[in-house]
């Protein structure tokens, strides 16, 4: 975190990452029927990474405990969805309606949540996330209650490979944009609040509405991951929105690391190895999923607070 | 016929809201003294539920003595529970981050709820009244089900019982001397931690109450859990932590208002614990009993 810039041996780390990332789908596609399985399972690791790395920005970087993400998350999902299911929208407008979308429920539930810091903010983000699950649930001629909404037509451009890239290639400029946005002047006082809230206000940093606008940066780019993970399975359904799935990127973030920026992206995708080795095991076995990620979560709470990344710098690096 | 139903619609509003107190009265007290949000304390509520219904089954004939059982059974075993999450889990958690304490807590309630429909299943359940509480009394020429005046006059039996134990107890002095200066009471030489553990069971206990009273009133399925703890964080939010005449007032107002809201559309119903939520957010945001804080 210290370093202002990338050093010579992060950059040539992350091109190689991001090099072997790349040609990953190649080398699954001569795989066959068996290859096309895996592609997808990447592609939603990746989507799943952003979604882990969007909380972050709250949980980690500002602080805020959020039992809620699932709520822009989903809103993201269903913008997609309804957007080229019901007015006919091509499939780039509607992504990028998904972030504003999400922002915009983030603007409005931020707006009430941040007015109580700490623990009544954990309990306000569950609470009107689970509004918007009642919401998305009950009101059957719009959202489709629980059968969800199905069948939305992709690009025929997007083969599975080229829609993988194309998340891989969000993923990576989020990640860019998030590491401008927590180096700027704006991440200072983020980061100033989390540390001491009170001496930030003094220094007259007004708390609430640097809270509320990294509230709403967060929602948009959980927005952006729901209008993805929407497109990669053709459906939109109520699970998006249940608080369950807003324990999986807190789950992501506590196993990988609240502290760093790429943290979460190698929680999240320990998490879904886990989920698919899993269901190799036993198909049963994802059905108490939720009963697995408690018990891990647990664990790590008790004995590893700093997450995997956390360990790893205490025992290899020794800093 | 038209006042009848009103008053109908009344008194099932304050029944569920009586419930509701009872549950929301255990949080906000373990909240008190061990300053630990506890979002597990619904799923209890709803173990509570599901073992009130298994121990009903198990009755060839579920009378009031059998119900009178469960009513003693039931919250035995929450309170079991519960001290073997304390002394296990929490007892760890105490005074560090926030962020721990709520992580522990929501990762719990992950493992309960998973392990309820692991045990019970999906389906709906329910627990028959047994019946000399599944009749109605006439008061006024109107008819009102007992079941529903059984907790309506356990509730405020509740309340005073709680209101006793804590200022005309010696155990009360102890958990409101650890509310304020846990450091003295303990170089005073009382075990400061058995207090806690007392406190988190007493919660727990509530919760089973408010399980069993619950389960013979409505079905239970598995949404219960979270709709209660929903509930109550309104309540928490609305009355504001630690005092008890703010969560009885907010428990009812919510109870009475999703009652009534539910005659004009069901929907409108569960929105309202956030409406009111929201708008005590924006006109006092730290509850309508509670205190700025610094």
Known sequence: ?319 | MEINFLLFQLLNGLTEGMILFIVASGLSLVFGVLRVINFAHGSLYMIGAYLAFSLSTRFPQFTLGPYLLLMILVPAGIAAIGLLLEVTLFRRIYGKEHLLQLLLTYALVLVLDDLVRLVWGGDIRNVPRPPSLAGSVEFLSLSFPTYNIFILLLGPAIALGLWWLLYRTHAGNLIRAAVTYPEMLGALGTNVTWVMTGTFVLGCVLAGIGGVLMSALANIDLGIAMEKIIDCFAVVVIGGLGSVWGVLLSSLIIGVGKSYLSLILVRLAMVFPFFVMALVLVIRPWGLFGKPER
Not at chain 1, 268 to 277: G, N, Q
């Open chain 1, 1 to 319: 975190m210290s370093e202002p810039r990338f050093s010579r041996k992060t950059m040539a780390g992350s091109a190689v990452i991001v090099a072997a990332l790349v040609i990953l789908p190649y080398i699954l596609m001569t795989l066959g029927k068996r290859g096309e399985y895996w592609i997808w399972v990447i592609t939603e690791m990746v989507i799943m990474a952003l979604f882990a790395i969007s909380l972050n920005l709250i949980l980690g970087f500002g602080g805020m405990v959020s039992f809620g993400h699932s709520a822009f998350y989903g809103t993201g999902a269903y913008t997609v969805a309804l957007l080229i299911k019901k007015a006919g929208f091509p499939f780039f407008l509607a992504l990028a309606a998904a972030p504003l979308l999400a922002g915009a429920a983030a603007a409005i539930i931020g707006w009430f949540c941040v007015r109580r810091i700490g623990l009544y903010f954990a309990i306000l983000t569950l609470a009107f996330s689970q509004l918007l699950y009642m919401i998305a649930f009950q009101w059957y001629t719009f959202t489709g209650g629980d059968d969800g909404i199905h069948g939305i037509h992709r690009p025929d451009f997007f083969g599975p490979v080229h829609y993988y890239l194309f998340c891989l290639a969000i993923l990576i400029a989020s990640l860019l944009v998030m590491r401008m946005i927590t180096r700027s002047a704006f991440g200072l006082a983020i980061r100033t609040i989390r540390e001491n809230s009170e001496r930030a206000k003094f220094i007259g940093i007004h708390v609430q509405r640097y809270q509320l606008l990294n509230f709403i940066i967060a929602g948009a780019f959980a927005g952006i991951s729901g209008g993805l993970i929407t497109e990669l399975n053709r459906f939109a359904q109520t699970d998006f929105l249940h608080w369950t799935k807003s324990s999986e990127p807190i789950f992501a973030s506590l196993v990988g690391g609240m502290y760093s920026l790429i943290g979460p992206v190698i929680g999240s995708t320990i998490l879904m190895f886990l989920k698919i080795v899993l269901q190799q095991i036993h198909q049963s076995l994802v059905e108490i999923w939720a009963l697995f990620l408690g018990l891990i979560l647990l664990l790590v709470v008790l004995f590893a607070p700093e997450g995997i990344t956390g360990l790893y710098q205490k025992f290899v690096r020794k800093t």
